[in-house]
């Protein structure tokens, strides 16, 4: 079964090791996943507490549906207070990881303490291990992985591991797993270095008991049926990812030069066609890749073709990396898209973070807040792509001045660089925003400032915001399984029924988190996928337990809520710009200046912003500063944090 | 030779060998090898007469009778064996079904082996308790016995032969698929069957240490053991020359992982410390400690032999792995004229 | 007489392991790619995937060396190689002689087990969407291949002209 995969708390300091199971009731109440990381983030963390001191808890997790025959349930979540906002951290990753950990026997993994010297973990059918990692030190990402599969043995060994990034606690460091599957976010490598724990290495061969598996294995078929008929799905499984930033960028919906633009034009070499053709010119026509379990396959495989990399394989690049290294610092080369790529993944960062910060960097050049002095002599203007590069050595080695500031993330980088460095960085709760451009979209400006991991499009994005579909349509989809009978709006300028978009898509994701199944597998992109009607069946068939669509709400409505509580016991204010629900003064100042004619000369209207974030608090049973109210909490069961159930 | 480089694509320095039998059936192996071997030696020792004569042995009186214990320790191969075998039961998945294996027995080797062991047990037992019980009326010195001796006898060799044509018949594993092993196996198990012998025999003083069958058979017995090493030499060699995998099972005795139970334990185990120490001994008569010492160590080195052999087994590399080699050196060779001109990958890995 | 066999095309395959799933899940009832008669051995760093499952050799080391006859040929079930789990001994003889690697022991049963076809409906080309592997007439086998080079061949023409 399932149900009867455990839960692991390591303490690295004293190396000791308690294995417990996962009692039902906490089950029905937070189901798995992200949403009891989040209750177990609240349970086993002390009030601001240092991210990067031992005192922080790092959890590791697969869904309840992990493994099972529910398509797509590859994903691995990774929780701990976030060194770079210092709110919650949560980073969330594909690959083949989760499934191998659940077949080892575990769920979550609470990992506490600090370690003396490097170590990794040998997680092996319900035993647990923990190994001298010094020669891993300093290896790259693949590297390491390899090296533990030499070591042990077994090719068939996943790991998650961190790479020199990591180690040197870059703020912004990724937990990685494969070539390029990353929990990118929130720099949970870096909490993951600052406990000298170099690598988790899971293999397992343990039952995971079907509840009913011809009904499953049925229900599964009708679902791969469901998800890769929809259009978006097999565009994203011929063209990855970068396919949404050419569409977005065609109408000028993503940021370029640090927010002053939100199109980029001319970039022909670097449109997802462009390097469809580099993936199908050294991997051969079919040169897509897809994680555990899942038909959409979104990885695009190829080799770098020219340059110092030149031969060097990877996977990706996605959206972020085409923000990240074409976008944001305007560049137009392919070469240094999938370059950049290639150094992110081995080193560890994340993409989107280290474009953002680099850009800004750049901006504050040629603003002249930051000189050759502070740069040591880098010429760091915009669409210079060798400064780039460079860039992103020096910040994941921390060297020279710049670099090792930059590694502290936006916000402590802004504190040291000074003057009014910090009015041009582009974050929420510290975390730097999605390569994309939300002032011409108020639904996902909402989303942008409320997103509980700081500026994040994986939490509440309302996407199908933009493909104007009718309100009968909307109405369908939003008003399940709770009924709503306020104005919705297919317009995507509009403010009137956004924030209840939002607020249903934080539910369904974090529903989607808890099960582990993939965003691009519900109601994210396309607007026909599974949603709260269809995971009580596959939850059923697959591991027994019932639940009605609306306790699915429920549960995710409480695990939002959990989030909410931690972040908001670790310092989180409405109004405040570096912890709180509020957006970049650019957002409501700066028009935008290109794109469609819908697009071009908008800006957030801030009355209305404001009363977006009212109506959303309300809907999330808030009051007017973001505080829970208690009805709100004692209807969600949480009126007794910390209740410590497990 | 040093460090071969590693396997191209699998990052592996060899493919791995077969894991799928482990000691367990490395004991059975050797226990029905020397079983074997020591029925052969011991019987040939009861033909041609050679005078026993027993100073030490303890009589034993069961039910009134005093039992004839003389011939005991040149006959108890078959007690041996008949330890050995339920090894190969042990060994399997569902342990009451191996009946199903000795039902067919025109399927396989492991069928066949199931009824040649079960022969010469139940044929050596009844010739080993027929030497032991001292009843008139069983006739023990008549020429009718010779039938049932001269059966057990050929399938004695059977048995020392059948455990290596067991390996030989898995065709896919290189190392094991020629001829040369059934009879390294033989070899083997005549060599540590007769210093079984020897051992037990001078353990009980049946013969005494001048006497001259003694040292005939501690000739006999070292020749034996040079044989086995030619044997063991001429097998490496020939394998090492046959395919890829045959030549890294081979590289895998001799400098890989394997290469401590090869060097100490097959080959100064089993071949030089008992060679050495047995010369060392004819300096010293009298002093039976050294035999035993070397004794001891070449019965180690006889299951080291099985051991190694067994754990040595690479598989034979099949056509898909064959395919996937080429298509990556393709890709190798294109990425090189590709890159050419440009800065080498080597510049690109130092920065990196 | 019909007969179909599976045949792999390893360049389509995605290396998501969804057949791996779905095989175990049919003929054991749990998720357990430990216990999948398929398995997609994949070089991760090269990005090479190629799933791999019995080919049902014509000339079968596994059937001469089985001890029990419960390895044995099915010519009327697509002349499959299969083991039947009530004879086998468990003596891991097959694994050894198949140089494909593809019987594996389970530790559950205690019996060797492999591919059988799913007895007519293999399930894991009916789950695989990029048809990495299909079920196809054994004496049908190249023509996918041979109609895809044509076909580039025929650009090519027309392209010429």
Redesign the interface.
Known sequence: MALNRKIAYIDLSTGKIEIKPIPINVRKKFLGGRGLDAYLLYNHTKKGCDPLGPENTIMVSGGVLTATLASATARTHVMAKSPLGGLLGSANMGGFFAPELAWAGFHHLVIKGKAEKPVYLWIHNGKIEIRDARHLWGKTTTETQWAIREELGDEDIKSLVIGPAGENLVRFANVMTGIKNSGGRTGMGAVMGSKNLKAIAARGTMDIKIAHPKEALEYNKHFIEQITSAKVNQTQGTLGTPFIWGATNSWGGVRCRNFQYNQELYCDDIEPEAIDEVCAETMGPYHMAGCFGCQVHCRAKYKIPTGPYAGAYDEGPEYTSQGAFCGEPDCRSIETLLTGNHLVDQWGMDNLETGSIISWAMELYELGILTDKETDGLELRFSNDEALLEMVKRICFREGWLGNVLAEGGVIASEKIGKNSFDYLIQVKGVSNLHSDERATPALALNVATASRGSDHLRSRPAIDLYHLPEGVLRKIYSNPVPYEGLLSSEHTEYVGKPWQVFWQENCYMAVDCLGICKYHTVFLGATLPNFEDWPKVLYYNTGLEFTPRELWDVAERCNMIERLFNLREGLKREDLKKGDMLNHRYFDEPTRRGAPDVVGRVIDREKFKKMIDEFYEYKGLDKDGIPKPETLKRLGLESEPSHLV | MGKEPIHPIRKVRYLRPQREWKEIIAIYLYLAGMGGGSFIIGTLIDWLGVKLDPPFLPSVVLFGYSLNLSKVPILWGPIMVAIGAPFLILDLGIKWRFMYACLNPRTSWVARGFIILSIFIVLGLILFVKSVLPFKWLYPESFFWRIPEIIAFIFAFATAIYTGILLKATKSIPLWNTPLLPLLFLVSALSTGSMAIILSSLGTGLFSYHSGALKTLMVGEQILVVVEGIVLYLFLARRYKTTEQGKDSVRLLLFGEMRLIFWGGIVLLGFIFPIVLENIASFFPGNTTLIFVAGGLLLLGGFFLRVGVLHAGIKEQIPMHRLMELQYNGMIEKWKTLSEGRLKKENAQKIL | MEEKVLVVDH????????CE??CS??H????????SRIKVVK????????P?ACNHCEQA?CV???????CHREPENNNRVTIDQN???????C???????HPF?D??????VKCDYCDGDP?CV??C??KAISFADADKTNLTKKREFALKFKELMSSAR
Request: hydrophobic share 35%.
């Open positions: 360049q389509k395959c995605t290396g998501c392991r969804l799933l779905v899940v049919f054991t009832g749990a998720s357990n790619p430990g216990r070089w991760e760093n090269e990005g090479f995937y190629l791999m080391y001469e060396v089985c001890p029990t006859k419960a004879l086998c001994i468990g003596c891991r003889t694994i050894i002689a198949c140089p494909f690697g022991f530790v559950q049963e205690r019996v060797t399930q009916r789950f969407d990029v």
